[in-house]
């Protein structure tokens, strides 16, 4: 099938060239010029693991092209994804879909026969209404569809989750025609027995926002018990162990950290609060969640402070990741912005070190000088700090770090190092959420 992407952002690339792959031919379309320039020789306009490569291999195969030229891109294809941005908007954390619709619109004006219109940029619910509303207005002349397909993609492992999702989500308003067209694209993963459910078109758009807020409560209430571990002595990896092995519960997103970010989790259970609110019925329990996450982030870097024994002005702190998880040169709503700019107010001087993400970092935090690796980073310093759970991290030699310390402090949060290994290399260690954690 003739599949055309418009916006070659996270989801729109990623997508593509999975679609690619899959054997559809595909164009994907962005009006940067410069971005498409740039994909054609190769340079990815985001880190993602393996996106190059499958890029250059469907692209060298003819069935990946790129383009500036919405009209030419949509000519003659069966489906036309809108994959472009929904940021929050200024003032009412409501989602932007300006974007949406002028690429809907955009979308109708280009069209020379029926086809199907897919929303898949996470949008609120009634978006496609609108969406269809707006292309019926521009082309009353044409039969066309507008479906909803939520993507389900974690940034650092997009390729695998597109390609094994979990399951598909396709919201239609019941036309036969709209639904064969969706279940020809995603035929290609009857061979992994993934599950595509057809639901209606609202339905679909709010099945994203409430997993991803699902998600956001569970890392946001593991936090939380953490803190109150912390309060009692108790051990909070041992809390998400002893809690996760239950079923009904699941083990994932369990882990005590310094909060969530990234593109999806901070502005998509914004939008889900606003949506409740706009239709009378507040979703009390993700309020609550968007106000403890903003606070959290802010609060490690008070901790760090704390660690410091109170006073950090003057002193040297090496930050060990900046992005808002690994895999990914992502730097939305990362919790190490809200740390710098605490140490910052306390007076500490900041070295940091990431292994992609020092090129979107460093223009956020200027006062942050990088370094080409830890133990750059950690030369001298006053305490380490692990703020993203990079596989680097891992398995750092702790007793070379120590030794080049000007005080051999670790603060983990991301319960990286046991303590015992810790102090083995002459490390005070400072934990999320364990026993004694504030006495080490």
């Known amino acids: 099938m003739k599949i055309t992407m418009i916006g070659t952002g996270y989801v729109g690339l990623v997508s593509g060239a999975c679609f690619a792959d899959f054997g559809h031919d595909v164009v994907c379309v962005d009006k940067v010029a410069e971005k498409i320039q740039a994909i ?5 306009p985001i880190y993602e693991p393996g996106l190059d490569q499958l890029v250059a291999n469907n692209a060298a195969a003819g069935r990946l092209t790129f383009t500036t030229d919405l009209a030419a891109g949509v000519k003659g294809a069966d489906a036309i994804f809108i994959a ?6 200024r003032g009412d954390g409501h989602a932007d879909l300006s974007y949406v619709y002028a690429a809907a619109r955009e979308i109708a004006e280009s069209l020379d026969g029926p086809a199907v219109i897919v929303t898949k940029s996470t949008v609120p619910v009634g978006t496609g209404d609108e969406v269809e509303r707006i292309v019926k207005e521009v082309r009353p002349d044409l039969d066309i569809q507008v479906v909803s397909n939520p993507e389900f993609l974690r ?82 990896q041992d ?6 092995l239950d079923n009904r519960i699941g083990s994932k997103f369990l882990h005590a ?5 990234g593109s999806c989790f901070p502005k998509d259970t914004l939008a889900l609060v ?17 106000q403890v996450n903003d606070l959290r982030k802010r609060a490690m870097g008070r901790k ?54 020092m090129e979107v970092a460093a223009p956020m935090m200027p006062s942050v000088k990088m370094a080409r690796d830890a133990y750059e980073a950690a030369s001298g310093a006053d305490a380490v700090v692990l703020v993203t759970e990079w596989d680097i991290f891992r398995a750092l030699d702790l007793k070379r770090l120590a030794a080049s310390m000007n005080t051999p402090l670790l603060v983990d949060l991301r319960n990286i190092y046991p303590r015992t290994e810790a102090e083995a290399a002459g490390f005070s260690l400072i934990r999320v959420g364990g026993k004694g954690v504030e006495a080490a």
């Open 40 to 44: 054609e020789s190769g340079r990815m």
């Open 84 to 89: 472009v941005g929904t940021p929050s908007r």
């Open 155 to 236: 940034e650092g492992a997009a390729i695998s989750d597109f390609k094994r999702p979990d399951r598909v989500v396709v919201g239609t308003t019941g036309n036969e025609r709209a639904i064969a067209v969706m279940a020809q694209i995603y035929r290609p993963l009857n061979l992994n027995q993934a599950p595509v459910m057809f639901t209606g078109r609202r339905t679909a758009e709010l099945i994203k926002y409430a997993a991803n807020a699902f998600l956001a409560t569970k890392i946001t209430f593991i936090n939380e018990m953490a803190d109150l571990c912390e309060a009692v002595g108790a051990e909070v």
């Open 239 to 244: 809390v998400s162990r002893g809690i996760g």
């Open 257 to 261: 950290g310094p909060g969530y970010g």
């Open 274 to 290: 606003k949506t409740g609110q706009d239709y009378d019925t507040p979703i009390r329990i993700v309020e609550t969640v968007v």
């Open 304 to 357: 760090i402070v704390k660690a410091l024994g109170g006073e950090a002005r003057g002193k040297k702190v090496a930050l060990l990741g900046l992005t808002f998880k690994p895999n990914t040169d992502d730097m939305r709503d990362a919790p190490s912005l809200a740390i710098v700019q605490a140490l910052e107010d306390a007076g500490a001087k900041i070295v940091a070190y990431d292994p992609e993400g």
